[in-house]
């Protein structure tokens, strides 16, 4: 999606690896997001972020940390891998965090 | 947030309108609904929003009964490229995806 970009788009890693998905914008849109799609659970949030240095976490949290140093960046660490984190993750950006979030096109992550 | 109910699934032929319900009756009154959809493995799209009042814009129209209690998104004349998931959503600020609608649009 325009403004918005994941990477790596696809990654392969090994139990108990540390791993960092990282989403760019360029929209300068305040609020950034992490979600997880599993199939049978829809998108669950990970953590967000209303600011630089400000997240606070979501549903799904455990296991994952996150870090905003500047506006544009919001990376996912996921400190040591596990099977149970095989998913696809977005990121989505907002300019108000009420409406209209914009996602983009996903990481999907295997780990085995 | 408040709980959402949707179909599974629904069908509809193509350049007919598609009327997604959506129930949502125990939301509260600073929350919007929110519609989004997911097409294959893309990342979800925005469609619409609104709290009390009818909306419209060049995606869809969104009409939310008087209580507020349920919704439908109304996709005028459907597409064959409207196949998706369709979400809705009742909340103030963070989304909270449920399983959605599977919207097939046939020839």
């Known amino acids: 999606d325009a403004g918005i970009t994941q990477s790596p788009r696809h990654k392969v890693t090994e139990t108990g690896t540390p791993v960092t998905l990282r989403c760019h914008q360029t929209?300068?849109?305040?609020?950034m997001y992490w979600y997880r799609q599993d199939p049978g659970h829809g998108l669950r949030l990970i953590h967000y972020?209303?600011?630089?240095?400000?997240?606070d976490k979501g549903e799904v949290s455990d296991g994952y940390s996150v870090s905003r140093s500047k506006t544009e960046d919001f990376l996912l660490t996921l400190e040591s891998a596990t099977s149970s984190q095989t998913s696809v993750y977005f990121c989505?950006?907002?300019?108000?965090?009420?409406?209209?979030?914009?996602f983009g096109s996903g990481t999907r992550l295997t780990v085995v | 947030d408040a709980k959402t109910t949707q179909p599974p699934s629904m069908d509809c032929a193509e350049g007919r309108a598609a009327n997604l319900p959506c129930n949502h009756s125990?939301?509260?009154?600073?929350?919007?609904v929110y519609w989004y959809r997911q097409i294959h493995s893309q990342g979800p799209q925005y469609i619409i929003h609104?709290?009390?009042n009818n909306e419209t814009n060049e995606m869809a129209s969104l009409i939310i009964t008087e209580d507020r209690k349920s919704s439908t998104l109304i996709l005028p004349h459907a597409t064959l490229r409207d196949t998706a998931v369709y979400y809705c959503?009742?909340?103030?600020?963070?989304?909270?995806f449920g399983k959605g609608t599977m919207l097939l649009v046939s020839p």
């Open positions: 989505a950006i907002s300019d108000n965090g009420l409406y209209g979030y914009t």
């Open positions: 959503i009742a909340a103030y600020s963070t989304l909270t």
């Open positions: 609104g709290l009390k």
């Open positions: 929209e300068n849109h305040r609020y």
């Open positions: 125990t939301i509260s009154g600073n929350e919007y």
């Open positions: 972020s209303y600011g630089v240095k400000d997240t």
